[in-house]
C-alpha cells in the first residue's frame, strides 16, 4: 500500500492567504494616508489663510461700546463677520453682533475698530467677557476682556 503526503498543499494555501491579506493591508494603509495627509494640508492651508491677533480691547460696562484692536498676521486679508460675547467658560453666548461695516483688514496691517454697541449682552460693569471674533470663512479668534 502507498502512502500520500496530504499536508504540503494547505500550507502553501496559507502561505498564499497570508500574502494576499499583508499586500491588501498594506495597499489599504497607503491609500489612507494618501487621504488623510491631503485632507489634513488643505485644512491647514484654509486655517493659517487668516492669522488675526486681538492686541487689546476695550469694554465699557456704562455704555456698552466694544473697541477693538486688531492686527492681521496672516497672509490674507480677512473680512470681519461678526462677533460672540460670552461668560468665561460658558458655552452659550449672552448676544451675537454684526460689525458695523464688515472691515476688512489687510495683511500685516493694524486696525482698531471703534464703538461696537453690546448694549444687547447686558454688560456688568467689573465682570470678566469673552470676546469672540468670527471672520467671514468662519475662522474664530478670541480676547478676555473685563468691563469697565
Keep these: ?23 491588501g493591508a498594506m495597499l489599504v494603509y497607503v491609500w489612507l494616508t494618501g487621504y488623510v495627509t491631503k485632507a489634513t494640508s488643505q485644512a491647514e492651508s484654509t486655517a493659517t489663510s487668516e492669522r488675526l491677533k486681538i492686541e ?20 490674507d486679508a480677512v ?8 461668560r468665561p467658560g460658558s458655552l452659550n453666548a449672552l448676544c451675537s453682533i454684526g460689525i458695523p461695516g464688515t472691515p476688512t483688514i489687510d495683511p500685516g496691517s493694524y486696525r482698531p475698530i471703534y464703538n461696537i454697541n453690546v448694549t ?21 479668534f478670541a480676547i478676555t476682556v473685563t468691563a469697565t
Excluded at 1 to 23: C, S, Y
Excluded at 57 to 75: E, F
Excluded at 124 to 131: D, H, L, Q, S
Aim: aromatic share 6%; with cysteine; glycine share 12%.
Design 56 to 75: 487689546a480691547a476695550s469694554l465699557n460696562g456704562t455704555t456698552g461700546v466694544l473697541t477693538l484692536y486688531v492686527r492681521n498676521i496672516g497672509g
Design 79 to 86: 473680512k470681519l463677520r461678526g462677533l460672540y460675547v460670552f
Design 120 to 140: 444687547s449682552c447686558n454688560i456688568v460693569r467689573g465682570n470678566e467677557y469673552v470676546i469672540k471674533v468670527v471672520t467671514q470663512k468662519g475662522t474664530e
Design 1 to 23: 500500500m502507498k502512502t500520500k503526503i496530504k499536508g504540503l498543499e494547505p500550507v502553501v494555501a496559507a502561505v498564499l492567504l497570508i500574502v494576499v491579506a499583508v499586500i
